[in-house]
Each structure stands twice: as C-alpha cells, then as structure tokens.
C-alpha cells in the first residue's frame, strides 16, 4: 500500500471529507503542541512510519478530532499551522514554524542529557561543584574548553554515558582561543567531537592538533 493510500485510511474516518485525500487534509491544523517521547519507539498517525520519536499534534478544524504525526508529514502533506493569535499560516510559514519547534524539541533533549550527565558525575564525586557548571552553561551556551575538557575527562574516567556532541565549546574571546593554542594535543583530541565545523577549522589552522 503507497503512503498516499495508508494516509488516506487512517484520516478518513477522523475526517468530514471521506473520499477526497487533499480535501480531507484541509481540515487539519497544526496547533503548536509537540512532545519529546525521548525514544523512537511511536508510530505516526497518518502515515504510519515508524520509529517517532517527535510528536506534533493536529486538530481537525471541524469536529475537533486529534492525531500525533511526525513533523515530516505536517510539511509533505503542506498542513497549516496557527500561531499564538490563533492565525492560520501560509504553507511556507507553517513549515517553518514546524522545523522551528522541531529544533527546540531536540535543543531541549541535547540539554536534558547533559545535565543528566552532570548530575551523575556529581553522584561519584560530591566536591564536584555542578551548580557552577550548569550556571556557566545556561548563561553562554557552551563551556570554555578548560572547562569542557575537566568535564569530558571526568565523565570517561567513571564511565558515565554521555554524548560528546551535546556538549559545546565557546571560542569567542582571545583568552578562550588561548586556552587552545597553549593545550595538549591529546587534550584538544579529547574536545575533537563537541567543534562545531567552523570551531575544526580554526583548531586546525592555529594549533599544532591533526585530527
């Protein structure tokens, strides 16, 4: 069966219009709600694709019946989407109000790990002062790379899961850059993965670090 058709069956009977796919799509409205199952392990309401892990919910306009489909679907099937003031947006404002709360969902989840991953190091080592880091990290966004490598080395050295990616690296001011220029390559190697593009191109153009 083609996405269109198992579509079509499974919006249908929640649906005004049970004959016409396109029509009965225009009944639906992306209404701003979004969940974090934080594992894909759901099923999309209309079309059925699996492994979900974010949830976007539409509301039919006409009986007020719900789904939770993936953000995917909202955007190939061009469903609109309301704002705060309840106005319907255009096709290319809805999708990018869904690729927009898409990314604060997975933003969210990036900072929910990584401060799971502090709370556990702070379990193992209760001098560990993670109130400080955590401040450090909500005022800037990232941690200097003294800071970060502390972390990392402190997170592998007791074996707690984290990932390197949800930890970021702030390299706006001379003394930051600094620290770098004067750090141990297998130090750098240890902040290698938590670089964004930009941030490997300057390491590899202003230290001696080869990846």
């Known amino acids: 069966m083609s996405w269109a058709k198992r579509s079509a069956a499974n919006?249908?009977?929640?649906?005004?219009?049970?004959?016409?796919l396109k029509l009965a799509l225009n009944e639906w409205l992306y209404v701003g709600d979004m969940y974090d199952l934080e594992k894909p392990n759901e099923t999309c309401e209309l079309c059925d694709h699996p492994d979900i892990r974010y949830q976007f919910k539409i509301k039919?306009?006409?009986?007020s019946n719900e789904m939770l489909v993936g953000s995917e679907c909202i955007n190939k099937f061009k469903i609109s989407a309301i704002d705060d003031d309840g106005t319907i947006l255009s096709v290319e404002e809805s999708a990018r109000k869904v690729n927009r709360d898409r990314r604060h969902l997975v933003e969210e989840a990036r900072k929910k790990r990584l401060i799971n991953a502090l709370i556990e190091l702070k379990t193992v080592e209760e001098d560990f002062d993670i109130e400080s880091f955590i401040t450090y990290e909500?005022?800037?966004?990232?941690?200097?790379?003294?800071?970060l490598f502390l972390l990392l080395w402190r997170l592998g050295e007791h074996e707690i899961e984290f990932r390197p990616t949800d930890f970021k690296v702030v390299m706006k001011r001379n003394r930051e850059k600094d620290q770098l220029k004067t750090m141990d390559d297998w130090r750098i190697g240890k902040l290698w993965k938590s670089f964004s593009s930009s941030q490997k191109k300057w390491v590899r153009e202003n230290t001696n670090y080869e990846p």
């Open 11 to 20: 919006i249908f009977p929640f649906s005004e219009n049970k004959d016409d």
């Open 60 to 63: 039919n306009i006409h009986n």
């Open 138 to 147: 909500q005022d800037r966004g990232a941690f200097t790379p003294k800071q």
